[in-house]
């Protein structure tokens, strides 16, 4: 059974950081895409970030230079995603999601097959 888990959401002051993780098990996914999306209440979901198999890394523009994507190799048969989020700002305020897809249309949630429930990342002014 597929699973992704995501940790590591909090409140935090503007300016700060937090440090997302995602666990994801059940298959293999060395060769899949795996991304970050965040929906905010009342507004659709959104594209925050996403790295290719090969390590290629894509980011939303509104979060260049202040977020960083990076996977693990398995361990265990657990893969592992992080996104290192700095000088977090109110608008950064979210639900996060983990996905995984084969993939290389990194932006599209719709081309992603798995996905997380979510951790929620409140940034307080």
């Known amino acids: 059974q597929v699973q992704l888990v995501e940790s590591g959401g909090g409140l935090v002051q503007a300016g700060g950081s937090l440090r997302l993780s995602c666990a994801a098990s059940?298959?293999?996914?060395?060769?899949?895409?795996m991304g970050w999306f965040r929906q905010a209440p009342g507004k659709e979901r959104e594209f925050v970030s996403g790295?290719?198999?090969?390590?290629?890394?894509?980011?939303?523009d509104s979060v260049k230079g202040r977020f960083t994507i990076s996977r693990e190799n398995a361990k265990n048969t657990v893969y592992l995603v992080y996104l290192q989020m700095n000088s977090l700002k109110p608008e950064d305020t979210a639900v996060y999601y983990c996905?995984?897809?084969?993939?290389?249309?990194?932006?599209?949630?719709?081309?992603?097959?798995?996905w997380g429930q979510g951790t929620q990342v409140t940034v307080s002014s």
């Open positions: 059940g298959r293999t996914f060395s060769g899949y895409t």
């Open positions: 790295i290719w198999s090969g390590g290629v890394t894509v980011y939303a």
């Open positions: 996905a995984a897809g084969r993939t290389i249309a990194t932006a599209s949630a719709e081309t992603y097959d798995y």
